[in-house]
Structure formats: structure tokens, C-alpha cells
């Protein structure tokens, strides 16, 4: 019995939602008494799982690959999930995977359960805990057949080294030219960025910073921390910050470990959007800003006085803890 | 072009979420529903493209007599044709294989329907459904134009954007961005008047399985306080986010 992990790369380099994924398989296949294999598209270090806990990595080397391509990598998988008779994939839960995800079930007539948050509460019946209605509930959903697929949120299990000896070889999926009728064109991102999936720590601005040039202590603080830009829903409508920084009930979802919000009032779509985050401070000049309510720290005062000093400190703590 | 809007009947963001029957189910009482956000930013922009290039646009949605009201806003804001699939909605697979008969019998070019639902939030119906009928598929989409059988997208993805090409029939993961918020519609009493006249075909569901099933609920445990710092004493927040949130 294989748990197989699909896991996401950036130029060849494993992302931390791959680590992630394979820490939560290994606990999977602890509990059912099996093992983790995973699959990767061009990794350039695929032993490098081994770390987490996973004993074989079929990496497929293909150049008509190289970019994402939700149709011709749920091909792929799926067939490794076949070959391997796969019983659980567990992906993460980043815009690709969230893509690839339900193409995958279809192909392999498996239930799919996505944001998950724990490790299964039974695996026999094979059910999990998810978070749902925005992150106002959580909803244990058991999942009926043969094979399960489990879409892990972002920084629910977090990473557990179990250092294992991984083999790997290649894997040449057999693919389609209908695998390719969605054609990428071009992609927009930001490079060197931490992106609001992958943080650990996320810093939001509301509209409270009174326009787009007063950004750069955002982006500071950022800086200093090694964490994510957002914003709040007012602010990308007014086109002060990119779309893609939008977090709350119809931008993204943010889980990071720390979500710090800088003039943000707390409109309840905000609040569910970001609810999944472990720690919260809030800077505000409004004692009343709802947002005081959903978080664990405070700080009353004007941002634009205490952002600044504040980084001065973070800058100082970092420079003593590095 | 034939445009299909898969409609979700959700509670509303400022609904209270509670659960009934030794928490298994959730407790509708005193809720109000709605058109799923992500879905409306679709069928908004379907109107679009009704009004600038010539479309018809059908509703759909998967659930029981309740959800009616759901699909005579959608109505008014300006769908020609709603169809209700008379079975609850059990899980995302049978919501999906639901629609992919109506889109099969309807033959669509294009299929919009949110990226996900905000009352369970599965994700997968868009994609799902786009398995089903073998046809392309773009999630997280936040921009869509149609020029003949071809149309081209802006995804959101992390970071960032990607643009693409597909051709149709096309199914669509949408949010906001295929229309900005300030482009939803308000029905207006005429709107509302003539959705009175329009047909909802109700129609009998197929016999599918489910793969989940949700078995029970519970709610996050209640915050405590939020502690205040003195904005005179940054310190202490550094303090409190390191030794004790353990988040710096």
C-alpha cells in the first residue's frame, strides 16, 4: 500500500508545501501500514524527500512539462497512482493543486476532501477533519471509496523530519495531445517573492494607509520578517495593490503561522478569510475595529507612527536571534 | 453562444453557522441565502457577454424547492433560463455528474460556476464537471474573453497570474475579477417582474453515487481576549509573538 504525495516545484527546487505533504503521508502511511511514494515534475534533487519521510520518488523528466498544466499533470499523476495502486494522494492546497485536484478524482474515481487540517480522525472508515464555511466550522467528512485523495492545508501539520532512505527513478508518462489544449501563454509573478500560500508570516494593509505610496513600511516589515505582502479588499478594488495580494472571503485564503494587519478594520469576509492564521496582531487607530475581536494581539495607536518603530525593533530582534 | 451559470444556494457572510440533529447537519434556521459570491462574479459576467456579443445564458442549480428563490435572482439580474435539478446537494461528485448532464443535454460552449461554494468550500465541482465532459478547464479564473471558439484567460495563481488559451467548450473555475464588485447587479423591479415569467424547468435527477459523505460539524472553540500593547512598548509585542506565540 502506497500514500502518494504529488509535489510542487519551482525551477526544479521543492517547495515547502512538498515537505509539508510528504510529513503528513508519512503519518498517514504510518497509521494504515504503508509507505510514502511521491511524484515530482523536473525536480532536480528528488532524494531530497527522503527527509520527510518518503521512501521512492518518481520524478518525470519532460520539457513539455516544464510549466504547470492542470490537465497533462493530472494525467500524469494518475497514472503513477495506478502503477504504484495508490490507496491515498495527498496534494497541498496552492492554486495548482486546488486545480489539479478535482481533474485527478474524476480520472481516478476517487473522493476527494480539500482543506484538510488533521491527520485522519479513523482510517477505516478513512475520515478527515476539514475546515468549511469559510473557516467559521469544521466538518468531518468520511470518505467512501477505494482511493481517497486529501487536499492538506497550508501550514495545518507543518514539517516533521523522519529521515528515510529514498530511491527515485524516472517516470515517462504516457500523454495525450488533449492533455494540452489549455496553453499557458504567459506567466506574471513576482520573482524573489514570498507568495501569501507559502508564508509562514504574512503582513496586510487596509485601507487605513491612505494610499499606494504609503507601502513601503508594508514592505519593509515584510522584508524583515521573511513574510508575504496582503491587503484588504478595498484596497485591491481601488487598485492600490495587485489582485493576487487580495486575502479575505473571495481573494485568498491566508494560514500562515503569524497574519499581522496594518489599518485593517475587519469586515467579516476579511475576518473568514484569514481566520485560519494562528497568531494575529492587529495595528489600528479605531479601538472599536472589529478586528480587535479576532485577534490575539493589539495595538491601538496610529500606523504610521508605530510601523515604523516597530520595524526598527524587529530589525533589532532579528539582528540578536539570526 | 450558450452559456450555462452553475448557481450555489449559500448562507450569506454575515449568517450565523450553527448546526442541528447532534451537530450533522446545518441549521437553516433564520439563515439567509444567497447566490454564491464567486458564482455571481460569473454569471455577471455572462451578462456581459449576453449584452456585447450575443449569448444565451442559462441557470442551473442542484438542490430541493428551497433553493428557487436563488435561481429567480439570478433570473432577474437577467438569465434567460433556469433549470433546477431536484435533488439535495449531497456531495461535490454528485453535484458534479448533476451538471454534467444538464450540460450535456444543453450543449454548451461555455460553463461558468464559482471556484468554490462558501458554505463548504469543496473546490472541485468546476473541475470535476469539466472531467466529466471532457472539456477544457480553467480554475481561479479572473479574467475571461470569447472571440469565436477561442477564449482567453488570466488564472490567478500564487503570486501572481497566468494567461492562457483554450478553446470551447470551455468550463470555468470563476471569482472575483471576471467582473469587479462594483459590476454586480442589483435586480431592479423590472428584472425581478419578468423573472416571474421565465421558466424554471425542474428536472428529475440521475441516479449517481456519492464518494463523501459529511458525517458531523463542530465549531472552532471560542478566542480568548485579545491582549493590547502599549504603543509605547513595542518590546513587549516582540516579546509576546516570540516567547509566547512562538510565531517570530
Not at chain 1, 74 to 89: I, L, N, T
Amino acid at each position: 500500500m502506497s500514500v502518494l504525495i504529488y509535489t510542487e516545484t519551482e525551477d526544479g527546487k521543492f517547495k515547502k508545501a512538498a515537505f509539508e505533504v510528504a510529513s503528513y503521508a508519512k503519518e498517514v502511511a504510518e497509521k494504515m501500514g504503508g509507505e510514502v511514494t511521491a511524484v515530482s515534475f523536473n525536480a532536480n534533487n528528488a532524494s531530497e524527500l527522503g527527509k520527510y519521510g518518503v521512501s521512492k520518488v518518481l520524478n518525470i523528466q519532460n520539457d513539455k512539462l516544464g510549466k504547470f498544466n492542470a490537465e497533462a499533470y493530472a494525467d500524469a499523476v494518475s497514472q503513477v497512482a495506478q502503477k504504484e495502486d495508490s490507496k491515498v494522494v495527498v496534494l497541498s492546497q496552492s492554486a495548482n493543486s486546488k486545480y489539479l485536484a478535482p481533474l485527478l478524482a474524476v480520472h481516478l474515481d476517487a473522493g476527494y476532501a480539500s482543506n484538510v487540517v488533521d491527520t485522519p480522525e479513523s482510517t477505516d472508515p478513512f475520515t478527515v477533519k476539514r475546515s468549511a464555511f469559510t473557516n467559521k466550522a469544521f466538518n468531518f467528512t468520511k470518505i467512501t471509496t477505494e482511493v481517497k485523495i486529501v487536499g492538506l492545508s497550508q501550514n495545518a501539520f507543518g514539517l516533521k523530519e523522519n529521515e528515510t532512505e529514498a530511491t527515485t527513478e524516472d517516470f515517462s508518462p504516457e500523454l495525450k495531445d488533449g492533455d494540452f489544449s489549455v496553453n499557458v501563454e504567459s506567466v506574471d509573478k513576482a520573482k524573489d517573492k514570498v507568495t501569501i500560500a507559502d508564508a509562514e508570516i504574512v503582513v496586510s494593509g487596509g485601507r487605513g494607509l491612505k494610499g499606494p505610496e504609503n507601502w513601503g513600511m508594508i514592505e519593509e516589515m515584510a522584508d524583515i520578517l521573511g513574510a508575504a505582502t496582503a491587503c484588504s479588499k478595498p484596497v485591491s478594488d481601488m487598485g492600490w495593490r495587485p489582485h493576487s495580494e487580495h486575502v479575505g472571503q473571495t481573494g485568498k485564503p491566508v494560514a500562515s503561522n503569524l497574519y499581522i494587519a496594518v489599518g485593517i478594520s475587519g469586515a467579516i469576509q476579511h475576518l473568514a478569510g484569514i481566520n485560519a492564521a494562528k497568531t494575529k496582531v492587529v495595528i489600528n487607530n479605531d479601538p472599536e475595529a472589529p478586528f480587535f475581536k479576532a485577534a490575539d494581539y493589539g495595538v491601538v495607536g496610529d500606523a504610521f507612527e508605530i510601523v515604523p518603530k516597530l520595524n526598527e525593533k524587529l530589525k533589532e530582534f532579528k539582528a540578536k536571534n539570526a | 453562444m450558450k452559456i450555462l451559470v452553475c448557481i450555489s444556494h449559500v448562507p450569506d457572510t454575515t449568517s450565523k453557522i450553527n448546526f442541528t440533529d447532534g451537530d450533522s447537519k446545518f441549521d437553516t434556521n433564520g439563515v439567509n441565502f444567497v447566490i454564491n459570491p464567486n458564482d455571481e462574479f460569473g454569471l455577471t459576467r455572462a451578462m456581459w457577454f449576453k449584452e456585447k456579443q450575443g449569448a444565451s445564458v442559462d441557470v442551473v442549480n442542484v438542490g430541493e424547492k428551497e433553493t428557487e428563490p436563488t435561481l429567480r435572482k439570478a433570473l432577474a439580474i437577467g438569465a434567460d433560463n433556469a433549470i433546477r435539478v431536484d435533488t439535495p446537494a449531497k456531495d461535490g461528485f454528485q453535484v458534479a455528474q448533476q451538471l454534467a448532464k444538464v450540460a450535456k443535454d444543453g450543449d454548451y460552449d461555455l460553463i461558468i460556476a464559482g471556484r468554490e461554494s462558501i458554505d463548504y468550500n469543496g473546490g472541485m465541482v468546476p473541475g470535476m464537471l469539466a472531467a466529466l465532459l471532457d472539456a477544457n478547464f480553467i480554475n481561479t479564473c479572473i479574467s475571461l474573453e470569447i472571440d469565436g471558439d477561442t477564449a482567453k484567460a488570466v488564472r490567478e495563481i500564487d503570486g501572481g497570474k497566468e494567461s492562457l488559451t483554450a478553446s470551447l467548450p470551455l468550463v470555468i473555475g470563476g471569482q472575483k475579477g471576471l467582473v469587479e464588485e462594483s459590476d454586480l447587479k442589483i435586480p431592479n423591479m423590472r428584472g425581478i417582474m419578468q423573472a416571474r415569467k421565465k421558466p424554471l424547468n425542474v428536472v428529475e435527477p440521475e441516479e449517481v453515487a456519492t464518494q463523501t459523505e459529511a458525517v458531523k460539524f463542530e465549531k472552532p472553540a471560542p478566542k480568548g481576549e485579545v491582549k493590547l500593547v502599549d504603543p509605547e512598548n513595542l518590546d513587549e509585542l516582540i516579546d509576546l509573538l516570540h516567547n509566547e506565540a512562538k510565531a517570530i
